[in-house]
């Protein structure tokens, strides 16, 4: 049973998340040994590039760490400069509601 507050409350948050939705961001990310990038629509601005980054390699099949007597990391590169600070919120790097980053994978032998 719903009460009338219930219900304007209810209408509100409807309003609310529309409105977060409408502030969302569209992130691409390109992979250079895959045709396709792996595109979100619907990034909220809050989510940080290590969020990002994991649904990125988890898109790609990729994981980082001991390979072939080595070691592999991939890093997020906006207009060509390597992001360094995982903890950057999208909504603070986007442009437009864009934000379009190239996953680097990186060896270390040893």
Not at 6 to 27: F, I, P, R, Y
């Amino acid at each position: 049973m719903h009460t009338e507050a219930s219900l304007h409350a209810e209408h509100h948050e409807g309003d609310e998340n529309a409105s977060n939705k409408s502030q969302d961001v569209v992130v691409r990310v390109r992979y250079a040994p895959v045709k396709q990038p792996f595109t979100e629509n619907h990034t909220p601005q809050t989510d940080t590039l290590a969020d990002v980054k994991a649904r990125a390699l988890a898109h790609f099949h990729l994981s980082e760490g001991p390979v072939d007597g080595g070691s592999k990391t991939y890093s997020l590169s906006l207009n060509g400069e390597v992001q360094t600070n995982l903890s950057l919120k999208v909504g603070d790097l986007a442009e437009h509601r864009q934000l379009s980053l190239l996953l680097v994978e990186q060896f270390t032998q040893g």
